[in-house]
């Protein structure tokens, strides 16, 4: 009887464990969709377009339309039943800071929020000029001050942005077999976005996630652009920092 007990309180807390995913249609964000999805954990994808996020996630994803530089919105987005976690990653921008203090905030006065997830960056110092590390760095901040429960993901260099239209880490050229680049000699412990999603999730769905904990996260070796453009047979050749 006790055993039968254990499993059923274990079973509703299952069910009333509740995911909001604040940049689900980003690289993590639509991974982190489709763990919590073959896991069975409840969850709701907030949306500026919610036909765009559907057909990106799938038309039966719960999607709640809401613009995240509208405080009444973000809290009308968050009221609800029940307990929840909060996952964000809000895309990169003039507005990017502000959005997520807003989000953070928001969560904070419902009063239902028992614990956040923010993906960060570790690439500062390819980002300190021309990247979102500042705005990352001032919404950590709005983080720490809002929430009595956090976890910071740092992820590394996504291995997806090589195939990316970036300045800073993508390969552009590469549709014609060949590329250059500053970084092209120099080893980087690049991760997978479904990594880092798989730690995310582990955090959001834990029956008590360890709280105010900053996560470095990067893959399991050091490897060059140039190695993994030869896995694929292009080459990526040295090209000077000034360029």
Not at 4 to 12: E, F, G, I, V
Not at 133 to 145: N, V
Not at 168 to 197: C, F, N, Q, Y
Not at 200 to 205: C, H, I
């Given at each position: 009887?006790?055993?039968?007990?254990?499993?059923?309180?274990?079973?509703?807390t299952a069910r009333a464990l509740r995911v909001v995913v604040a940049g689900a249609t980003g690289k993590v964000?639509?991974?982190?969709?489709?763990?919590?999805?073959?896991?069975?954990?409840?969850?709701?994808?907030?949306?500026?377009?919610v036909l765009a996020a559907k057909r990106l996630l799938g038309v039966a994803t719960k999607c709640v339309e809401v613009d995240l530089d509208d405080e009444a919105r973000v809290d009308?987005?968050?009221?609800?039943?029940g307990p929840f976690r909060l996952y964000a990653a809000c895309a990169n921008g003039p507005n990017q800071a502000a959005q997520e203090a807003r989000l953070y905030a928001a969560?904070?006065?419902?009063?239902?929020?028992?614990?956040?997830?923010?993906?960060?960056?570790?690439?500062?110092?390819?980002?300190?000029?021309?990247?979102?590390?500042?705005?990352?760095?001032?919404?950590?901040?709005?983080?720490?001050?809002?929430?009595?429960?956090?976890?910071?993901?740092?992820?590394?260099?996504?291995v997806e942005s090589l195939t990316a239209p970036s300045p800073?880490?993508?390969?552009?050229?590469?549709?014609?077999?060949?590329?250059?680049?500053?970084?092209?000699?120099?080893?980087?412990?690049?991760?997978?976005?479904?990594?880092?999603?798989?730690?995310?999730?582990?955090?959001?769905?834990?029956?008590?996630?360890?709280?105010?904990?900053?996560?470095?996260?990067?893959?399991p070796a050091a490897t060059t652009l140039a190695a993994v453009a030869a896995c694929c047979d292009l080459s990526v050749d040295p090209q000077p920092v000034d360029a």
């Open positions: 009887m006790l055993r039968l007990a254990l499993l059923l309180a274990l079973a509703a964000g639509r991974e982190l969709v489709r763990v919590l999805k073959r896991q069975g954990v409840e969850h709701a994808a907030l949306t500026r377009d009308a987005a968050l009221d609800g039943e969560a904070a006065r419902t009063g239902r929020c028992e614990h956040v997830v923010k993906v960060s960056t570790c690439a500062a110092f390819f980002e300190a000029d021309a990247g979102p590390a500042a705005a990352h760095a001032e919404a950590e901040a709005a983080l720490r001050d809002s929430s009595s429960s956090w976890t910071i993901l740092r992820p590394s260099v996504f800073l880490l993508g390969l552009p050229g590469l549709e014609s077999g060949a590329a250059a680049h500053a970084l092209a000699d120099e080893k980087i412990a690049m991760i997978s976005t479904r990594d880092v999603a798989a730690v995310a999730a582990r955090r959001l769905v834990a029956a008590a996630p360890p709280a105010n904990a900053t996560l470095h996260l990067s893959g």
